[in-house]
């Protein structure tokens, strides 16, 4: 008995609990073609990509990209799992960044980890008191009163110069990056604190969404109700999933301002950026985590693609203001595209890739080696 | 007409005297109205441990409404729900599940998002005594239960012949499976007093023998205490012990399926058309 549900071999970018994928809840453990594609990953992602990445790689796309995940991942929590919307995410992210700003400049002692763990408390208690509306309101009602958390933090960090160490333009600049003596302020140093934090926080967020908690925040999202009737805690779900959901958006806030901009202002946390870490999460594919990461892929990416593809194009015509108008346009078409083609999101077309991919190789292998591919059933 | 007289109840005699044995479920002038619409007016009725209770009647009648204030979904006007020796003017839907009562919905209610087993499951992750934090770090005790309530789960996806869709996503599955699942959601707590909203809507002949079955070997061997919504009135009179009639919120009869096949109340307000054809056939 030591092979229980929760050691299902199915890595953290595996699907959510609304997937088919386990198969096989006890019994041999053998790792998935996930498993191994996650290890590859995360070999690739630590161990090559410092080696040949170029600065302009680590600081405008992965860096930026790590953050932007972490933040989706959060909010997935909140609105692909347990199903409350919400539109104050960047706001989560500010308290995390302001937090961690104040925390390193007033208790310099402090280690810098354990500045982002109180960071991350810190946005969790925010998002808890924004959460309180969401045991009374639903859907359109809920999103928004988180709206009022969008504005309302926002409103303070430019009001109270206090958080901002009174800086006369608003802007700070933080403290470079150093853990326990180690000095990480170079691109690749910061880039590697990023993937730890996203690793480490993908990990937990994972065994959160596959353990009976993770069942129940869905079972509060599919049917209230029900819910209610076979006695799950609908309440402190509700809050639990806006206390772990601003955490992990506070952490990643944290990582935005000290690992990529270097810089926290509030204007850097606004509606616009809101709406960007929804449109990861409904791009990437809602309740899934690998979502998450494809979605902020593909935010970050499509506009340093378009612009080159522009500059390629058009030379001199495309301009920084025709770009972000393009930039716009395109990108919103992307959105209806794709709610059009497949609500579920990056990650089922992914999915559907993939099994395509899988059963041709299988029928090529079978074709090839009849005897081992005979008895073999995909 | 799909039930036949050979599904006569095991326990008739003994739901005959339903005042001297302990009731699971009373409720006593039990009121209810929506605006100037009166769902429920002065019902009372008593369901006597380990009996299958039916309550019939027309469209509108309140059958739904009856169970939503049992449940806790409504809050009743006036009236008061007694359960497992708790009395309640609005029972606390919140606790319904530790005091041993679960229910299924005459619409769907399932989880649709998730697994056929992780639908199961849920029906009793309000046991869990493990916590969040235990449970993402995995520590033995939540990992026991955890396996604990899966073993159970899996115990009743084969008691209701659902171990073929275990996996599937419960949304993908047909009408009459899921109302299976939902079945076995309800039945996963071993809840001492199950309340089901039509069962049977929508299902097959087949089906619906299958799961005249499966509700009595809930109350057999699992020891549920039930009371059934139902159209089919084969059905009911098959199984019930004892069955409840209403008629525009108004309880217009109770007793033995013998007793209400001969109420004149009930068959003027509920089988109208089966009196009129009867009463032809006499003449």
């Known amino acids: ?378 | 007409m799909t039930a036949t007289p050979s599904e006569a109840p095991h326990l008739q005699p003994s739901a005959t005297q339903p005042q001297a044995a302990p009731s699971a479920l009373a409720v006593d002038g039990l009121s209810l109205s929506f605006g100037g619409v009166t769902a429920l007016n002065g019902v009372s009725f008593t369901v006597a441990v380990g009996e299958i209770r039916a309550v019939i009647g027309p469209n509108g009648a309140g059958k739904s409404s009856l169970l939503n204030a049992v449940s806790g979904l409504y809050r009743p006007d006036s009236g008061r729900v007694w359960l497992g020796g708790h009395s309640f003017a609005a029972v606390p839907t919140d606790r319904l599940a530790a005091l041993g009562v679960s229910r299924t919905f005459q619409n769907l209610a399932l989880f649709k998002g998730l697994s056929v087993l992780d639908n199961v499951a849920a029906g009793l992750t309000h046991r869990l005594r493990a916590g969040v934090l235990a449970q993402v770090i995995g520590l033995p005790t939540a990992r026991r239960e955890r396996a604990d309530a899966y073993d159970r789960a899996e115990a009743l996806l084969a008691f209701l012949h659902l171990e073929d869709a275990r996996d599937r996503p419960v949304g993908t599955l047909p009408y009459g499976v899921q109302k299976r699942v939902e079945l076995a959601r309800a039945l996963v707590a071993r809840p001492r007093l199950l309340l089901l909203d039509e069962p049977m809507a929508g299902m097959t002949l087949t089906e619906k023998q299958e799961l005249t079955g499966c509700i009595r070997v809930a109350r057999d061997d699992l020891g549920a205490t039930i009371v059934l919504i139902e159209h089919d009135i084969g059905v009911v009179m098959g199984l019930s012990d004892r069955i409840a009639v209403l008629d525009y919120g108004r309880l217009i009869g109770d007793g033995t399926p013998e007793a209400i096949r001969n109420n004149q109340a009930v068959i003027d307000a509920y089988l109208g058309v089966a009196h009129d054809l009867e009463a032809g056939e006499g003449i």
């Open chain 1, 1 to 378: 008995m030591t092979d229980l549900a929760l050691d299902k071999p199915v890595p953290p970018n595996a699907a959510g609990p609304n997937r088919t994928a386990p198969t096989a809840r006890r019994g041999m453990v053998r790792p998935s073609p996930t498993a191994l594609g996650v290890g590859l990953l995360l070999a690739v992602a630590f161990g090559l990509l410092p080696l040949v990445g170029s600065e302009y790689l680590f600081d405008a796309i992965l860096t930026p990209f790590l953050a932007l995940a972490l933040a989706g991942l959060g909010l997935n929590i909140l609105t692909g799992y347990a199903g409350q919307v919400s539109l104050g995410s960047a706001a989560f992210m500010a308290v995390g960044a302001y937090a961690a700003f104040n925390l390193s400049l007033r208790l310099p002692e402090l280690p810098f980890v354990v500045d982002i763990l109180l960071a991350g408390l810190v946005a969790a208690a925010v998002g808890l008191v924004f959460g309180l509306p969401s045991l009374r309101l639903r859907g359109f009602y809920l999103a928004v009163s988180t709206l009022a958390a969008q504005f309302f933090v926002q409103w303070v960090f430019n009001k109270v110069g206090w958080f901002s160490n009174n800086s006369p333009s608003g802007i700070v600049t933080v403290p470079p990056l150093s853990v326990a003596g180690l000095a990480l302020d170079g691109s690749v140093g910061r880039y590697l604190f990023g993937l730890s934090v996203v690793s480490v926080v993908t990990l937990v967020v994972w065994r959160l969404v596959d353990s009976p908690t993770g069942r129940a925040l869905a079972a509060l999202r599919d049917h209230e109700t029900a819910a209610r009737v076979i006695g799950l805690p609908v309440l402190r779900l509700k809050l639990l999933a806006f206390a772990v959901s601003s955490f992990i958006i506070g952490v990643a806030g944290v990582l935005w301002a000290f690992a990529y901009l270097r810089t926290v202002e509030p204007a850097g946390f606004n509606l616009d950026r809101s709406f960007q870490i929804l449109f990861i999460v409904i791009i990437g594919g809602l309740a899934s985590l690998r979502g998450a990461f494809l979605g902020a892929a593909l935010i970050v990416v499509f506009p340093l693609a378009l612009a080159r593809l522009g500059e390629t194009l058009l030379g001199g015509l495309f301009d920084s203001g025709v770009l972000e108008m393009s930039q716009r346009i395109v990108l919103g078409l992307l959105i209806i595209a794709f709610l059009i083609a497949e609500p579920a999101g990056l990650s089922a077309l992914l999915d559907r890739l993939w099994h395509r991919i899988a059963g041709r190789l299988t029928a090529l292998c079978s074709r090839l080696c009849p005897r081992s591919g005979s008895n073999r059933s995909v």
